[in-house]
T-cell receptor, first 114, second 112 residues
Protein backbone atom coordinates (compact mmCIF):
# COMPACT_ATOMS: atom_id res chain seq x y z
CA UNK A 1 0.00 0.00 0.00
CA UNK A 2 0.96 3.66 -0.14
CA UNK A 3 3.44 4.94 2.39
CA UNK A 4 3.60 8.22 4.26
CA UNK A 5 3.69 11.14 1.86
CA UNK A 6 4.89 14.68 2.51
CA UNK A 7 4.64 17.89 0.54
CA UNK A 8 6.33 19.89 -0.68
CA UNK A 9 9.54 17.91 -1.04
CA UNK A 10 11.54 21.13 -1.02
CA UNK A 11 10.65 24.60 0.22
CA UNK A 12 12.77 27.72 -0.03
CA UNK A 13 11.53 30.77 1.83
CA UNK A 14 12.73 34.12 3.04
CA UNK A 15 13.41 34.90 6.66
CA UNK A 16 10.26 36.15 8.35
CA UNK A 17 7.80 34.34 6.09
CA UNK A 18 5.37 31.66 7.29
CA UNK A 19 5.49 28.13 5.86
CA UNK A 20 3.15 25.12 5.96
CA UNK A 21 4.36 21.56 5.59
CA UNK A 22 1.94 18.71 4.93
CA UNK A 23 1.92 15.04 5.94
CA UNK A 24 -0.45 12.38 4.60
CA UNK A 25 -0.23 9.30 6.84
CA UNK A 26 -0.59 5.67 5.88
CA UNK A 27 -4.31 4.92 5.74
CA UNK A 28 -5.62 3.80 9.12
CA UNK A 29 -2.58 4.88 11.11
CA UNK A 30 -3.80 6.73 14.16
CA UNK A 31 -0.46 7.91 15.57
CA UNK A 32 1.51 10.65 13.83
CA UNK A 33 4.85 12.26 14.74
CA UNK A 34 6.82 15.21 13.39
CA UNK A 35 10.61 15.23 13.66
CA UNK A 36 13.27 17.67 12.52
CA UNK A 37 16.66 16.61 11.13
CA UNK A 38 19.24 19.37 11.07
CA UNK A 39 22.62 19.02 9.37
CA UNK A 40 24.94 16.96 11.53
CA UNK A 41 22.26 16.35 14.16
CA UNK A 42 20.07 13.41 15.01
CA UNK A 43 16.35 13.44 14.45
CA UNK A 44 14.67 15.71 16.98
CA UNK A 45 11.08 15.10 18.12
CA UNK A 46 8.65 17.98 17.63
CA UNK A 47 5.04 16.87 18.21
CA UNK A 48 2.90 13.72 18.51
CA UNK A 49 -0.77 13.13 17.67
CA UNK A 50 -2.74 10.06 18.77
CA UNK A 51 -6.32 9.76 17.58
CA UNK A 52 -8.52 12.44 19.10
CA UNK A 53 -6.32 12.96 22.18
CA UNK A 54 -4.61 16.26 22.89
CA UNK A 55 -1.26 16.33 21.08
CA UNK A 56 2.07 16.05 22.88
CA UNK A 57 3.73 19.36 22.00
CA UNK A 58 6.70 18.95 24.32
CA UNK A 59 9.28 18.96 21.50
CA UNK A 60 8.25 22.18 19.78
CA UNK A 61 11.27 24.54 20.01
CA UNK A 62 9.31 27.81 20.18
CA UNK A 63 5.82 29.25 19.90
CA UNK A 64 6.50 29.96 16.22
CA UNK A 65 5.91 26.25 15.61
CA UNK A 66 2.45 24.71 15.59
CA UNK A 67 0.73 21.70 14.09
CA UNK A 68 -2.76 20.46 13.40
CA UNK A 69 -4.22 17.13 12.45
CA UNK A 70 -7.62 17.32 10.80
CA UNK A 71 -10.05 14.42 11.03
CA UNK A 72 -7.36 12.20 12.44
CA UNK A 73 -5.65 12.03 9.07
CA UNK A 74 -3.68 14.77 7.31
CA UNK A 75 -1.36 16.89 9.44
CA UNK A 76 0.07 20.33 8.79
CA UNK A 77 3.15 21.74 10.52
CA UNK A 78 3.25 25.54 10.45
CA UNK A 79 6.32 27.64 11.15
CA UNK A 80 5.66 31.35 11.57
CA UNK A 81 8.23 34.10 11.02
CA UNK A 82 10.84 31.63 9.84
CA UNK A 83 14.46 32.03 10.94
CA UNK A 84 17.62 30.71 9.30
CA UNK A 85 18.06 28.20 12.12
CA UNK A 86 14.74 26.62 11.07
CA UNK A 87 16.47 25.27 7.94
CA UNK A 88 16.30 21.49 8.20
CA UNK A 89 14.53 18.41 6.88
CA UNK A 90 11.13 17.95 8.49
CA UNK A 91 10.06 14.33 8.71
CA UNK A 92 6.66 12.87 9.44
CA UNK A 93 6.23 9.36 10.83
CA UNK A 94 3.13 7.32 11.54
CA UNK A 95 2.24 4.04 13.20
CA UNK A 96 -0.94 1.97 13.28
CA UNK A 97 -1.92 2.66 16.89
CA UNK A 98 -0.78 3.81 20.31
CA UNK A 99 0.30 0.33 21.36
CA UNK A 100 2.36 -0.60 18.32
CA UNK A 101 5.97 0.47 18.28
CA UNK A 102 7.38 0.75 14.76
CA UNK A 103 7.14 4.18 13.17
CA UNK A 104 7.14 4.53 9.38
CA UNK A 105 8.66 7.67 7.93
CA UNK A 106 7.81 9.83 4.97
CA UNK A 107 10.43 11.23 2.58
CA UNK A 108 10.62 14.57 4.37
CA UNK A 109 10.41 18.22 3.40
CA UNK A 110 13.69 20.08 3.03
CA UNK A 111 13.18 23.64 4.27
CA UNK A 112 15.71 26.32 3.41
CA UNK A 113 15.32 29.77 4.98
CA UNK A 114 17.33 32.46 3.20
CA UNK B 1 18.79 12.15 30.47
CA UNK B 2 17.92 9.61 27.77
CA UNK B 3 20.67 9.49 25.17
CA UNK B 4 21.86 7.51 22.15
CA UNK B 5 25.45 7.55 20.85
CA UNK B 6 26.48 5.88 17.61
CA UNK B 7 29.99 5.00 16.52
CA UNK B 8 31.84 5.36 14.31
CA UNK B 9 30.41 8.47 12.65
CA UNK B 10 31.63 7.20 9.27
CA UNK B 11 32.86 3.83 8.07
CA UNK B 12 34.44 2.92 4.76
CA UNK B 13 34.55 -0.75 3.75
CA UNK B 14 35.60 -2.72 0.75
CA UNK B 15 32.96 -4.98 -0.77
CA UNK B 16 32.95 -8.22 1.22
CA UNK B 17 34.69 -6.71 4.27
CA UNK B 18 32.46 -7.45 7.28
CA UNK B 19 32.19 -5.00 10.19
CA UNK B 20 29.93 -3.76 12.98
CA UNK B 21 28.24 -0.50 13.89
CA UNK B 22 27.73 0.39 17.54
CA UNK B 23 24.81 2.06 19.31
CA UNK B 24 25.23 2.86 23.02
CA UNK B 25 22.20 4.06 24.94
CA UNK B 26 21.05 5.31 28.30
CA UNK B 27 17.33 5.34 28.84
CA UNK B 28 14.98 5.23 31.79
CA UNK B 29 13.71 1.76 31.01
CA UNK B 30 13.90 0.46 27.47
CA UNK B 31 10.67 -0.24 25.60
CA UNK B 32 12.42 -0.92 22.30
CA UNK B 33 15.52 -0.24 20.23
CA UNK B 34 15.14 0.48 16.55
CA UNK B 35 17.49 0.43 13.56
CA UNK B 36 16.69 2.44 10.44
CA UNK B 37 18.50 2.92 7.15
CA UNK B 38 18.48 6.35 5.50
CA UNK B 39 19.54 7.00 1.92
CA UNK B 40 20.45 10.56 0.86
CA UNK B 41 17.39 12.71 0.32
CA UNK B 42 15.00 10.08 1.69
CA UNK B 43 13.25 9.33 4.93
CA UNK B 44 14.45 6.61 7.31
CA UNK B 45 13.51 3.06 6.30
CA UNK B 46 12.70 0.65 9.12
CA UNK B 47 15.03 -2.33 9.57
CA UNK B 48 14.66 -3.91 13.03
CA UNK B 49 13.11 -3.61 16.47
CA UNK B 50 14.77 -5.26 19.48
CA UNK B 51 13.11 -5.49 22.87
CA UNK B 52 15.27 -7.41 25.32
CA UNK B 53 18.93 -8.18 26.00
CA UNK B 54 20.11 -11.20 24.07
CA UNK B 55 17.66 -10.71 21.24
CA UNK B 56 18.96 -10.93 17.67
CA UNK B 57 17.31 -10.22 14.33
CA UNK B 58 18.59 -10.77 10.79
CA UNK B 59 17.74 -9.46 7.35
CA UNK B 60 19.89 -10.38 4.39
CA UNK B 61 23.46 -9.24 5.22
CA UNK B 62 22.42 -7.41 8.39
CA UNK B 63 22.15 -8.75 11.93
CA UNK B 64 21.18 -6.65 14.93
CA UNK B 65 21.95 -7.62 18.50
CA UNK B 66 21.07 -6.07 21.86
CA UNK B 67 22.64 -5.95 25.32
CA UNK B 68 21.58 -3.94 28.36
CA UNK B 69 23.77 -1.01 27.32
CA UNK B 70 24.28 -1.22 23.57
CA UNK B 71 23.27 -2.66 20.25
CA UNK B 72 25.36 -3.75 17.32
CA UNK B 73 24.47 -3.85 13.67
CA UNK B 74 26.68 -6.46 12.04
CA UNK B 75 27.15 -6.26 8.29
CA UNK B 76 28.40 -9.44 6.67
CA UNK B 77 30.07 -9.31 3.23
CA UNK B 78 28.64 -5.87 2.41
CA UNK B 79 27.85 -4.74 -1.11
CA UNK B 80 27.93 -1.20 -2.54
CA UNK B 81 24.13 -1.03 -2.28
CA UNK B 82 24.47 -1.26 1.51
CA UNK B 83 25.96 2.24 1.47
CA UNK B 84 23.69 4.49 3.53
CA UNK B 85 23.39 6.15 6.92
CA UNK B 86 22.27 3.75 9.63
CA UNK B 87 20.27 5.28 12.47
CA UNK B 88 19.70 3.82 15.92
CA UNK B 89 16.81 4.98 18.12
CA UNK B 90 15.36 4.02 21.49
CA UNK B 91 11.93 4.35 23.00
CA UNK B 92 11.58 4.73 26.76
CA UNK B 93 9.37 2.34 28.66
CA UNK B 94 7.12 4.86 30.36
CA UNK B 95 4.49 4.98 27.63
CA UNK B 96 3.91 3.55 24.19
CA UNK B 97 3.42 6.94 22.54
CA UNK B 98 6.81 8.24 23.55
CA UNK B 99 8.78 9.66 20.67
CA UNK B 100 11.94 7.92 19.50
CA UNK B 101 15.30 9.25 20.65
CA UNK B 102 17.78 9.04 17.80
CA UNK B 103 21.54 8.89 17.56
CA UNK B 104 23.33 10.92 14.90
CA UNK B 105 23.91 7.90 12.71
CA UNK B 106 26.78 6.04 11.10
CA UNK B 107 27.42 6.75 7.43
CA UNK B 108 28.58 3.57 5.70
CA UNK B 109 30.35 3.62 2.34
CA UNK B 110 31.04 0.32 0.60
CA UNK B 111 33.29 0.38 -2.44
CA UNK B 112 33.63 -2.34 -5.06
Amino acid sequence: GAGVSQSPSNKVTEKGKDVELRCDPISGHTALYWYRQSLGQGLEFLIYFQGNSAPDKSGLPSDRFSAERTGGSVSTLTIQRTQQEDSAVYLCATKPSYSTDTQYFGPGTRLTVL
Amino acid sequence: EDQVTQSPEALRLQEGESSSLNCSYTVSGLRGLFWYRQDPGKGPEFLFTLYSAGEEKEKERLKATLTKKESFLHITAPKPEDSATYLCAVQAANQAGTALIFGKGTTLSVSS
